[in-house]
C-alpha cells in the first residue's frame, strides 16, 4: 500500500511537473492539493502511461456518466438501501482499506447499510448507516485527498473495522463485525 502511494504521488509529482491539463476539460489547476490521479485503464495498474490528472468535479462527473459515481451500489437482490464499497487485498499492516470521501458521508443517510467488500474473496460485511456514521467525526477525517475517512481491516484485528486516527499518534476507533463468506455458488 505505502508502495502504491508512493507510486501515485510520484506520478501525480510528474504530470503537475510536465504542466499537464485536466484529463477531462483541459483547464490547468489552481494548485497542487486535491487532484484526482485517474486510471484510463482501471484494469492496469498506477503507471505514467495510465494515468492522468483531473479536476475532482470533472473526476466525478466522468464516473458519473459512465455509471460509477463513487461507490458502487449492491447488485444483490435482497441489498434494498445497501451502499457497497469495494477493495482489493493490500499487504502491510492492514489487509483492506476502504475510504470514505466527505462527498458520501453526506448522503449516507439515503442508505440502510455499508456494505464492505473484500473484492478478492467475496467476503463482506454490512454496518448500519446510524452505527457508522457517529464515527465519521471530525477529529478522524484524515488530511489525504479532500478529508477523508479511512476504513481499515487490520491484519491483527480482522473481526473488526478500524477507523483510522486522523493523526499518527490518535486513537483508533474499532468497530465489530462480521464477516460472512459467499458460497462459492454465488
Given at each position: 500500500m505505502l508502495d502504491e502511494r508512493k507510486?501515485?504521488?510520484?506520478?501525480?509529482?510528474?504530470?503537475?511537473?510536465?504542466?499537464?491539463?485536466?484529463?477531462?476539460?483541459?483547464?490547468?489547476?489552481?494548485?497542487?492539493?486535491?487532484?484526482?490521479?485517474?486510471?484510463?485503464?482501471?484494469?492496469?495498474?498506477?503507471?505514467?502511461?495510465?494515468?492522468?490528472?483531473?479536476?475532482?468535479?470533472?473526476?466525478?462527473?466522468?464516473?458519473?456518466e459512465q455509471g460509477r459515481k463513487g461507490p458502487i451500489k449492491s447488485e444483490r437482490a435482497d441489498a434494498g438501501g445497501v451502499l457497497t464499497k469495494h477493495r482489493k487485498r493490500y499487504e502491510g499492516s492492514f489487509l483492506y482499506w476502504w475510504d470514505?470521501?466527505?462527498?458520501?458521508a453526506d448522503v449516507l443517510d439515503q442508505y440502510e447499510a455499508v456494505e464492505f467488500l473484500c473484492d478478492d474473496t467475496k467476503a463482506s460485511c454490512l454496518v448500519p448507516v446510524q452505527v457508522l456514521k457517529p464515527l465519521l467525526t471530525k477529529d478522524s477525517q484524515t488530511s489525504r485527498g479532500a478529508g477523508n475517512w479511512g476504513i481499515?481491516?487490520?491484519?491483527?484485528?480482522?473481526?473488526?473495522?478500524a477507523i483510522e486516527a486522523a493523526k499518527a499518534r490518535g486513537e483508533w476507533a474499532y468497530l465489530p463485525v462480521v464477516w460472512i463468506q459467499e458460497d462459492a455458488e454465488g
Open positions: 507510486t501515485k504521488t510520484n506520478i501525480k509529482r510528474l504530470l503537475l511537473e510536465q504542466g499537464k491539463p485536466c484529463h477531462f476539460c483541459g483547464r490547468s489547476f489552481d494548485g497542487r492539493k486535491g487532484i484526482p490521479l485517474h486510471r484510463l485503464d482501471e484494469n492496469r495498474g498506477y503507471s505514467e502511461g495510465n494515468c492522468v490528472l483531473a479536476h475532482q468535479e470533472c473526476h466525478q462527473k466522468h464516473h458519473a470514505i470521501t466527505p462527498v458520501l481499515k481491516m487490520r491484519k491483527d484485528r480482522e473481526g473488526e473495522l
